[in-house]
């Protein structure tokens, strides 16, 4: 009785989309897959040239490298994190500052409209005074 299961060595089959062609869905899980099994096959060899402990350690190393990975990942996502906080607090001070720009930019264009239409308005008048003299 074979001890290792050789079928989890063997790439998956492909979906093809138009064509006959694989698509690229297909493609991209035959890229994982087959790095994964050249993971696997190279930790058979390892096993089978240095023995089991050797294996093992290799494993250990292997974990070793996946947790500074994952802490790095932790990291860089507290860092992310860190400056998504600082640049909402950055756009929530200045928020105030733009709204006051904003009501006063507002105010100064309904000024100058006001005083066209009061320009407007007085010019009708003085034109109506002089044809009415």
């Known amino acids: 009785m074979n001890a290792i299961d050789l079928s989890r060595y063997e790439l998956p089959t492909t979906t093809t989309g138009a064509g006959g062609a ?3 869905a297909a493609l ?3 890229q994982v897959a087959a790095a994964h099994l050249s993971g696997r ?3 058979l060899r390892l096993l089978e040239q240095h023995g089991r402990n050797a294996w093992l350690v290799g494993n250990a190393t292997l974990e ?3 947790r500074a990975y994952e802490e ?3 990291r860089v996502q507290a860092e992310t994190e ?4 600082e ?3 950055v756009q929530e001070g200045a928020r105030k500052p733009l709204e006051d720009g904003e009501r006063a930019w507002k105010d100064a ?3 100058l409209v006001r005083v066209g239409l009061g320009t407007t308005k007085a010019r009708e008048a003085a034109a109506r005074g002089r044809r009415g003299m």
């Open 87 to 89: 640049r909402k607090r």
């Open 28 to 30: 991209r899980q035959l």
């Open 22 to 24: 694989p698509t690229t």
């Open 72 to 74: 790095e990942i932790a």
């Open 109 to 111: 264009v309904e000024g």
């Open 82 to 85: 860190e400056v998504l906080r």
């Open 41 to 43: 096959l190279d930790a």
């Open 64 to 66: 070793d490298q996946l």
